[in-house]
């Protein structure tokens, strides 16, 4: 499998994962209750799965063998990439400081969980969009066969290492179970 192939898999778990954020953050503000639980473990995704696992194997491995195969940073796709990545980390930091105060029924908490979640959601959907239908064929063409090669093993170890064994599969099936209960 190439490793564009391997971050376009995780993309259809991460946009389904942001179908389920959406259905919750439209039932905010309605008197609908959904276990506090489900929330958290949404942030455990996005924070770990998207961010240090997702967006590790593209800041640490994919992006670097781009540079190297000529394509820019600066002025180019991969530093907007990386600043989407950034502006990611930033609404997740406040929807997870926002936490507390949903939990304690706080409105402002809501309204600024609400508003930094469909900021997110949106700015995901946009990068997926990029990644998928400009840079994810541009790294199929550029890197040479064997640094793609280089690049699944260099995928696999950061996987096992940054999120350890069997997370990966623990998160799908929680990406399973929270569809059951919030998408129809």
Request: aromatic share 6%.
């Given at each position: 499998?190439?490793?564009?192939?391997?971050?376009?898999?995780?993309?259809?778990?991460?946009?389904?994962?942001?179908?389920?954020?959406?259905?919750?953050?439209?039932?905010?503000?309605?008197?609908?209750?959904?276990?506090?639980?489900?929330?958290?473990?949404?942030?455990?995704?996005?924070?770990?799965?998207?961010?240090?696992?997702?967006?590790?194997?593209?800041?640490?491995?994919?992006?670097?063998?781009?540079?190297?195969?000529?394509?820019?940073?600066?002025?180019?796709?991969?530093?907007?990439?990386?600043?989407?990545?950034?502006?990611?980390?930033?609404?997740?930091?406040?929807?997870?400081?926002?936490?507390?105060?949903?939990?304690?029924?706080?409105?402002?908490?809501?309204?600024?969980?609400?508003?930094?979640?469909?900021?997110?959601?949106?700015?995901?959907?946009?990068?997926?969009?990029?990644?998928?239908?400009?840079?994810?064929?541009?790294?199929?063409?550029?890197?040479?066969?064997?640094?793609?090669?280089?690049?699944?093993?260099?995928?696999?170890?950061?996987?096992?290492?940054?999120?350890?064994?069997?997370?990966?599969?623990?998160?799908?099936?929680l990406l399973e179970d929270l569809?059951?209960?919030?998408?129809?």
């Amino acid at each position: 499998m190439k490793p564009t192939e391997e971050l376009k898999a995780e993309h259809g778990g991460i946009l389904r994962m942001l179908e389920i954020l959406q259905t919750i953050v439209g039932k905010m503000g309605s008197g609908k209750e959904f276990p506090e639980e489900h929330i958290k473990q949404i942030m455990e995704f996005l924070k770990v799965f998207v961010d240090k696992c997702h967006h590790g194997k593209e800041e640490e491995f994919l992006f670097p063998a781009l540079e190297e195969a000529g394509v820019p940073r600066e002025g180019g796709p991969i530093g907007v990439m990386l600043e989407e990545h950034q502006t990611g980390r930033e609404l997740i930091g406040k929807m997870d400081a926002s936490l507390e105060g949903l939990g304690t029924g706080s409105i402002d908490a809501e309204s600024t969980f609400k508003e930094a979640a469909e900021t997110y959601i949106e700015l995901l959907r946009q990068h997926i969009d990029k990644e998928n239908n400009f840079l994810f064929p541009m790294a199929d063409e550029r890197p040479s066969q064997g640094r793609q090669h280089r690049m699944s093993g260099q995928f696999e170890r950061l996987e096992r290492k940054r999120i350890g064994e069997g997370r990966h599969e623990a998160f799908h099936k929680l990406l399973e179970d929270l569809a059951r209960i919030y998408i129809k």
